[in-house]
């Protein structure tokens, strides 16, 4: 087994417990949950997707991607996603007010976080939990001793993308606008963008 391999392999298998351990939180914090695909309970599943639905219809609806629930659905609660949940308290009654998913890969650049989705409640938006999630996962990546976070982000998602080079995300070499020449009309079908951050 290969070095590279071996380090997603450890992370692949790494317990909630585990991930939850290397974050550094404090009592200010909303309340967080890790969770395995496996450990979600059907109404995180449920609220969720309201969550995913309700801030990236109109996105996707309007892009090369297309609105697909089924294929999205698929792709979220796939076998090796890992889940960050945010609470708005610890209570049992508390709303979920955001999720990050996440998954450990090996890619062509190394062993790295894949990023698939930060979701927050519009009412929860530009108070600061974006970028707390976002330490959290440099956190996991740093922790797991992955190469770099990575994400992938529509263009017409301004604010995402502004934010996320706010986090010091920049194009990654496997993004479009980043191997294809800059004469090359092709290069404008594609609507989104493949970016990174090294650990």
């Known amino acids: 087994m290969s070095r590279k391999s071996g380090r997603v392999r450890r992370a692949v298998n790494a317990t909630s417990s585990d991930i939850l351990a290397c974050l550094e939180r404090n009592d200010t914090m909303p309340f967080i949950r890790i969770a395995h ?5 059907a109404k995180e599943k449920a609220d969720m997707w309201d969550l995913y639905e309700e801030n990236m219809f109109d996105l996707y609806s309007n892009s090369s991607f297309g609105w697909k629930p089924a294929k999205r659905k698929k792709e979220i609660f796939h076998t090796l996603s890992r ?4 609470y708005d308290s610890q209570e049992e009654a508390s709303k979920m007010i955001g999720f990050c998913m996440f998954r450990f890969e090996n890619e062509e650049g190394g062993c790295v976080v894949y990023c698939y989705d930060i979701q927050l409640s519009s009412q929860h938006q530009r108070r600061g939990i974006g970028k707390m999630v976002m330490e959290f996962v ?15 982000v529509l263009k017409a998602n301004k604010k995402a993308m502004t934010f996320y080079q706010t986090c010091g995300f920049k194009p990654d070499p496997a993004s479009p606008s980043v191997y294809l020449a800059e004469d090359d009309s092709s290069r404008e079908e594609y609507d989104y963008e493949i970016m990174s951050k090294a650990v």
Do not use: A, G, P, R
Request: with cysteine.
């Open 37 to 41: 695909n496996s450990e979600l309970e």
């Open 83 to 86: 889940f960050l949940l945010i």
């Open 138 to 152: 440099f956190s996991i990546c740093k922790f797991f001793d992955m190469d770099k976070t990575v994400l992938t």
